[in-house]
C-alpha cells in the first residue's frame, strides 16, 4: 500500500521570499514520486518527477525536489516564489502509473 | 508530454440523470484512469479503463454506478449514472506510458442539482 502526507494544507508567503512545500510517503514497495501543480479551473500538469538516480530533481518554473529515503520525504522548493505561482499542490506516489495523491498543499502568493 | 483531451469541460444536469464524459488521449498513452477530484479536496482514482474489457475499479466505486468503456487505446468514456448532488465533483481522465507519470486532460467540472 501507497499513502502520501501534505502536512500543510495552506502556505501563505511574500514574492520574491524563499518557499518549502512538505511531502512525506510510505511504500511498500520502490517508489516513483511526483509533484504536480493544479492553477485555479485546470487540470493537473506535472512539475516534477523521480523516478531513480539523482535525489536532486529539478523541474519547470524553477521548482526542485530532493528525495530523502531514509527520512521518507520529497519536499518542494523554489527559492523565489511569483504572483503567477499561487496554485494548489500535489504530491503524489507511484508505479506503473498508478497514483496516490496527497490532500494539496495551497500556495497562496501575495505582495 | 501527452496530450489528454476530455469533454464535455462543465456540465449543469439535474438529479437522477447520467452523464457521459469522453477522453481521448495520444498515442503516447497505453494506460488510462479515471479520477474523481469533490470541491477543496485531493483526486480519489475510480478505476482503471482497460481495453477491450471490463475497468478495474477502486474500493467504494462500482459499475453500476460509474460504467467504463475504452474501446480502443486512445479513447474512454466514463459515465456517472442516477446523479445526485453528491456526485458534483471534477472528474479527470488521466493517461500513463512507461515513464511512470500521468498525464491529465483539464477535468470535467460536473454540478449536480
Known amino acids: 500500500a501507497q499513502s502520501v502526507t501534505q502536512l500543510d494544507s495552506q502556505v501563505p508567503v511574500f514574492e520574491e521570499a524563499p518557499v518549502e512545500l512538505r511531502c512525506n510517503y510510505s511504500?511498500?514497495?520502490?517508489?516513483?514520486l511526483f509533484w504536480y501543480v493544479q492553477y485555479p479551473n485546470q487540470g493537473l500538469q506535472l512539475l516534477l518527477k523521480?523516478?531513480?538516480?539523482?535525489?536532486l530533481v529539478k523541474g519547470i518554473n524553477g521548482f526542485e525536489a530532493e528525495f530523502n529515503k531514509s527520512q521518507t520525504s520529497f519536499h518542494l522548493r523554489k527559492p523565489s516564489v511569483h504572483i503567477s505561482d499561487t496554485a494548489e499542490y500535489f504530491c503524489?506516489?507511484?508505479?506503473?502509473?498508478?497514483?496516490?495523491f496527497g490532500t494539496g498543499t495551497r500556495l497562496q502568493v501575495t505582495l | 508530454s501527452a496530450v489528454i483531451s476530455q469533454k464535455p469541460s462543465r456540465d449543469i444536469c439535474q438529479r437522477g440523470t447520467s452523464l457521459t464524459i469522453q477522453c481521448q488521449v495520444d498515442?503516447?498513452?497505453?494506460?488510462m484512469f479515471w479520477y474523481r477530484q469533490q470541491p477543496g479536496q485531493s483526486l480519489t482514482l475510480i478505476a482503471t479503463?482497460?481495453?477491450?474489457?471490463?475497468?478495474?475499479?477502486e474500493s467504494g466505486f462500482v459499475i453500476d454506478k460509474f460504467p467504463i468503456s475504452r474501446p480502443n487505446l486512445t479513447f474512454s468514456t466514463l459515465t456517472v449514472s442516477n446523479m445526485s448532488p453528491e456526485d458534483s465533483s471534477i472528474y479527470l481522465c488521466?493517461?500513463?506510458?512507461?515513464?511512470?507519470?500521468?498525464?491529465f486532460g483539464e477535468g470535467s467540472r460536473l454540478t449536480v442539482l
Open positions: 488521466s493517461g500513463g506510458g512507461n515513464t511512470g507519470e500521468l498525464f
Open positions: 511504500s511498500s514497495v520502490s517508489v516513483y
Open positions: 479503463a482497460n481495453q477491450g474489457s471490463e475497468a478495474t475499479y
Open positions: 498515442s503516447q498513452v497505453t494506460m
Open positions: 503524489a506516489v507511484g508505479g506503473a502509473s498508478k497514483l496516490t
Open positions: 523521480y523516478l531513480s538516480g539523482s535525489t
